[in-house]
């Protein structure tokens, strides 16, 4: 229902082009949830800003069968009305001059969504929706008032009241408390069960495979490994995955993480395999030339020369 | 908003700036009440009392003490006592006496009594002033004859003599001829009389003739507190029909100790000017800084705004005001304006005003286009495009809001600049000299110092005083308000 086709993206950083991202191909499909995993760096949030049109980027985003890489004026106005974003950090995320119910009613007015009344129940409704009862009382204080985790939940509420079909949720949960994380993720597996699909931006595997239906594993801006959640956690392909996976703690005593790959901070290598200073299974073919992406199993797919 | 208040009262330094700004809107907003004058630097407002008066309350000083205060007596028509001579027929209303003379040598007197109480005059010699109007109506054939006299006891004191023929006379200041059966304003000012004029000066021997006009008051007030008659005749010379329409005389004692804040070099009032000085000061400066931070504020949103191209113009052109030396630009335009006369009727005031405004708004757009950039970058900036709404809805209802504790801190910041600049033009005499301000109160004092007795504490410091205080209220006004307008500002952020 959304989709990205070949996303490139240059930053200017001091002066020198940067590619944040290189000719991504992602796709969310009605009602899924899909996680997008990868280290700080790698362009996950970057990929979420472009692809909800937030971030100049070349390429094509495609929403419901129309590309709307380059709309504006009306058709812009319903596009933003049907994909929303979660920010990672809520504190930033909220002008904290405004009380919650105006937080959460400035996406209808700006769209003139109904009359005083209708955007006030709608309000009362989405802040049930993420939990935060008695609504009454929630809406008329002001942010500062709120901790981390109801203000996410307050951030999710201003994006639910505009029903929208596509949520981009960049690292809802990583400000978070662990012991509050379950509580925002039910409220994506609720949504996914009503059909909004969602783009579930993590860096941490565990919280993505929680809630997702598929993975993408991001390095570089790169996708290096897609498939089925089940795919991506049981039966990791990419050297990466492997090591990110492995690298989950557990919690138990004496347990150690043996890593997987090498620990260099070693500059972005100008072509081959962007992994390739850092991978344990390195040939001299990864020097030269990029993978592309091949099918391992079905709806699985690897970028690696490996397989 | 009753938050804010609380958190704004709860400064120490908040309070005592709003204090002394309520001080000067109160003197500035009562001026009229507060002082009779208009414009102290007019003329007929100045030589109230001597130059150089120390107010009166400086006598608790010692070498203030035992000058005699500056006092006037204030006469209406109940007070005054008439006596008619001949076929005379007298009315009174509420500001003149009205008689009505018919037949040769018939004559109107309107006295007025006083009681002269000013015990120091021996010290120094004080001089004083008499002021009425007289309207006479008559056929120009026929002769009139007005005469003023000061009655002590037994004595008379025959002071003036007019004829009001088809002109009227002030012998200091001719002024047009006015046709008969108009008013004629007849003055005595002190140092006015001399021995033409007055009968009584010219019976005085050589020397006291010449030091009349000065001395009158030692040769006629004795010393100890007496009552005194003044004393008002028209007199019919020629017996046509004459109607007298008398004013109360204004006396006025003037002495070496004036009112709160004594006079200037003048002889007029320090308070008026001081008064009148901190209302044109407050408005000009609050006008002045509203332009600024306007401009400032809609160059430095739009520059930080739309960042790229236009705010690099935007910046440059910023840059470039700013290495214009101000103060020496504002001294060249406004010379040239005002010498060349290149701008014709327009009031000085304004021409201060255009220029302070368009060579003071760098700073404040500067300010508001780093803070707009910083706001910008604000993820709740993008998380409100990512609703939908457009630069306008981001600009009204995301930056101006948390902008508003900049914008109203700018507001107070550039309030003191204004006056500062404003003042030193002022002060330089390149800026308004007409009226008081402030910044002419200490450049007059700095011209004319050296002609007083001593050092003119009362005449410099309340300019000098009213300026760092109002600037520095202004300033921890505007720190104030910008800390508790600004929300990202009191959680220790940006």
Same mark, same amino acid.
């Given at each position: ?307 | 908003?009753?938050? +804010? ?66 006092? +006037? ?39 007025? #009594? ?10 120094? #010699? ?306 308004? +000299? ?28 309340? #300019? ?31």
């Amino acid at each position: 229902m959304i989709e990205g086709k070949s996303i490139s993206v240059k930053f200017k950083v001091n002066g020198r082009d940067f590619q944040a991202l290189k000719g991504v191909n992602i796709k969310v499909n009605k009602g899924e949830v899909v996680g997008l995993a990868g280290e700080s760096g790698s362009g996950k949030t970057t990929l979420g800003r472009a692809i909800l049109l937030l971030q100049k980027f070349q390429g094509q985003v495609i929403w419901d069968g129309r590309d709307v890489t380059k709309v504006k004026g009306k058709k812009m106005k319903e596009f933003r009305m049907k994909n929303q974003i979660v920010y990672q950090d809520p504190f930033d995320a909220i002008d904290i001059r405004l009380k919650i119910f105006d937080v959460i009613a400035e996406g209808l007015r700006i769209h003139h969504e109904g009359s005083k009344q209708e955007i006030r129940d709608s309000v009362m409704e989405s802040l049930k929706l993420v939990g935060l009862n008695p609504p009454e009382q929630f809406a008329n204080i002001y942010p500062t008032q709120l901790s981390g985790g109801q203000l996410q939940r307050v951030a999710i509420a201003r994006t639910l009241v505009m029903r929208p079909d596509f949520i981009v949720a960049d690292e809802p949960v990583s400000m978070l408390d662990m012991s509050i994380r379950a509580g925002i993720l039910e409220i994506f597996n609720e949504l996914k069960s009503k059909g909004t699909s969602t783009l579930m931006i993590t860096h941490d595997l565990s919280t993505v495979a929680y809630v997702s239906d598929r993975i993408y594993v991001m390095y570089l801006g790169k996708i290096v490994e897609s498939g089925l959640t089940s795919q991506i956690v049981e039966n990791p392909k990419h050297p990466y995955t492997q090591a990110l996976i492995s690298s989950i703690p557990v919690p138990e005593p004496g347990y150690k993480v043996e890593p997987k790959l090498k620990d260099e901070d070693v500059p972005v290598p100008e072509k081959g395999c962007p992994l390739y200073p850092r991978c344990p299974f390195r040939m001299e073919k990864c020097k030269t030339s990029d993978p592309e992406m091949v099918q391992v199993e079905p709806g699985h797919e690897v970028a690696c020369y490996l397989y | 908003m009753n938050k +804010t208040l609380k958190s704004l009262f709860k400064r120490k330094s908040f309070l005592i700036s709003f204090a002394i700004l309520i001080f000067f809107v109160i003197i500035s907003a009562t001026a009229n009440l507060l002082t009779p004058y208009t414009n102290p630097y007019e003329f007929s407002q100045e030589y109230i009392a001597n130059p150089y008066s120390p107010p009166d309350w400086a006598s608790i000083f010692p070498q203030y003490s035992g000058l005699p205060p500056t006092t +006037t007596y204030q006469f209406t028509t109940s007070h005054a006592v008439v006596q008619k001579e001949g076929n005379v027929s007298f009315t009174k209303n509420s500001t003149y006496v009205i008689g009505e003379l018919q037949g040769k040598n018939s004559c109107l007197n309107v006295s007025y #009594p006083f009681t002269y109480n000013s015990p120091a005059y021996k010290k120094a #010699p004080s001089s004083f002033s008499l002021n009425f109007t007289g309207l006479i109506k008559t056929s120009s054939s026929t002769d009139v004859q007005v005469n003023i006299y000061l009655i002590h006891g037994n004595k008379s004191y025959f002071l003036e003599s007019f004829v009001p023929v088809d002109y009227s006379f002030n012998f200091l200041y001719p002024t047009c001829p006015l046709p008969v059966n108009s008013v004629s304003n007849f003055s005595i000012e002190s140092g006015g009389l001399n021995f033409v004029n007055s009968p009584y000066i010219s019976s005085l021997s050589g020397s006291a003739r010449l030091e009349g006009g000065i001395l009158i008051p030692s040769l006629i007030f004795k010393g100890d507190p007496t009552s005194y008659n003044v004393m008002v005749s028209v007199k019919d010379l020629s017996g046509g029909p004459v109607s007298a329409y008398i004013s109360p005389p204004k006396l006025k004692n003037e002495g070496y100790l004036y009112g709160i804040l004594g006079t200037d070099f003048r002889g007029s009032s320090v308070f008026s000017e001081f008064v009148l000085g901190a209302r044109f000061d407050l408005e000009l400066s609050v006008a002045t800084s509203l332009v600024i931070v306007g401009i400032g504020l809609i160059l430095g949103l739009i520059a930080g705004y739309k960042g790229g191209k236009t705010d690099t113009v935007l910046n440059s052109v910023t840059d470039f005001f700013l290495t214009i030396p101000t103060l020496p630009l504002l001294i060249v335009l406004e010379s040239v304006l005002v010498a060349t006369n290149l701008i014709l009727n327009v009031n000085k005031a304004f021409i201060i005003f255009t220029l302070i405004a368009l060579l003071s708004w760098m700073a404040t757009m500067k300010i508001i286009r780093s803070a707009t950039f910083t706001l910008k970058g604000r993820t709740f900036v993008e998380a409100s495009r990512a609703l939908g709404g457009g630069s306008f809805h981001i600009l009204f209802k995301h930056l101006i809001p948390n902008l508003l504790g900049i914008i109203v801190a700018q507001i107070a910041y550039d309030v003191p600049t204004v006056i500062l600049v404003e003042s030193g033009l002022d002060f330089l005499g390149l800026g308004i +000299t007409s009226f008081p301000t402030w910044g002419n109160m200490l450049g007059y004092a700095s011209h004319e110092l050296t002609a007083s007795n001593g050092f003119v504490w009362w005449w410099i410091l309340p #300019p000098g005083l009213g300026i760092i205080l109002l600037s520095a209220a202004f300033y921890f006004i505007g720190t104030a308000l910008r800390d508790v307008l600004s929300p990202y500002k009191t959680r220790g952020e940006a």
